[in-house]
């Protein structure tokens, strides 16, 4: 079982510089988190708190919702897209416990904060109600990465997150509100999840959700990510190992494997259409990777 370890926070949004991302605030309730991907971008993360295990050393921001409020209450606030959970997921195993996450959803009803959430946890579904309530007054984006629909692959490489069956059912749960809901097919990684197949599947199955787009980006893997990425090929996967390593020049795919996966994309984005429906990103403001399905 991880340790967790609870700290003070002195902001609860952070501040997010981009040129691309729809949103510009960021809030993690959690340092750290219990999903243990073991593609995860974000293990780099807590070599800033002196901590060299990320999956499994879980730091819980105590006082984030007090220090919300006083930052939502600030008269210079503007009432900017927050992104739920953009290091760290909000709903991880632990949730089920701290319960920080409603108080600070009635904090963004109270203020009526438009936000956007992604997710691998079933768990968003307690707080349906608030959500619901929220879509009434702000704008909410609800999106659930999702990788593969094979249960078997899924538990390789996303061991304690909820099944893939489950994150659709969130996503065709929030369909029926208010709520703009999106899937997250990333990041894709070579000769695991990229089969056609598999990627035929996942849109075909967002189409049944009535989603209202899709975001789909390679694996990218960058200091920590890839030191345990490819342990974790040598130890669970070896016969892999030579193929996808080939793969990669630094930190990224190399040409010709990313313009055959997208072109595969390409086509199923047209075969499978999905919902349209007025949503508040601006395509102008999105990555390439995303695509709003007309």
């Known amino acids: 079982m991880p340790k ?8 609860a949004c952070n501040k997010v510089v981009s040129s691309f991302l729809p949103y510009h605030f960021d809030l993690n309730v959690y340092r750290g988190c219990f999903h243990k991907c073991v593609y995860c971008f974000a293990q780099y993360s807590h070599k800033y708190i002196n901590s060299t295990d990320f ?9 984030i919702v007090e220090v919300l409020e006083k930052q939502l209450s600030s008269k210079r606030r503007k009432r900017e897209v ?5 290091v760290t997921d909000n709903y991880q195993p632990i949730e089920k416990e701290y319960k920080l996450m409603p108080d600070i959803l009635k904090l963004l009803i109270k203020y009526k904060n438009p936000v956007t959430v992604s997710t691998k946890s079933s768990l968003i579904l307690r707080d349906f109600d608030l959500f619901a309530e929220l879509s009434k007054v702000a704008t ?4 659930s990465t999702i990788t593969t629909v094979n249960e078997k692959v899924r538990e390789l490489i996303e061991p304690n997150a909820s099944t893939s069956k489950e994150r ?7 369909s029926k509100t208010n709520v703009l809901t999106g899937i997250h097919i990333m990041p894709i990684i070579p000769e695991i999840t990229d089969s056609y197949h598999n990627l035929s599947e996942l849109f075909s199955c967002a189409k049944d959700c009535n989603v209202n787009y899709c975001i789909t980006d390679i694996l ?3 200091g920590e990510t890839k030191i345990n990425f490819f342990k974790f090929i040598k130890e669970k996967l070896p016969h892999l190992y030579n193929k996808i390593n ?4 630094g930190a990224y795919i190399n040409s010709n494997y990313e313009n055959k996966l997208n072109n595969i994309l390409n086509k199923l984005e047209k075969k499978y259409p999905l919902k349209n429906k007025k949503c508040f990103l601006a395509e102008e403001t999105l990555p390439k990777q995303l695509s709003l399905f007309k």
Do not use: Q, W
């Not at 999956?55 to 006082?63: A, L, M, S």
């Not at 659709?168 to 929030?174: P, S």
């Open 4 to 11: 967790y370890i609870e700290i003070n926070c002195k902001i």
């Open 55 to 63: 999956f499994d050393e879980i730091y819980v921001k105590k006082n």
């Open 82 to 86: 927050i992104n739920l959970g953009g």
């Open 140 to 143: 909410v984006h609800i999106a």
């Open 168 to 174: 659709f059912n969130v996503l065709k749960e929030f």
């Open 220 to 222: 990218n893997l960058r």
């Open 246 to 249: 080939s793969y990669y020049i």
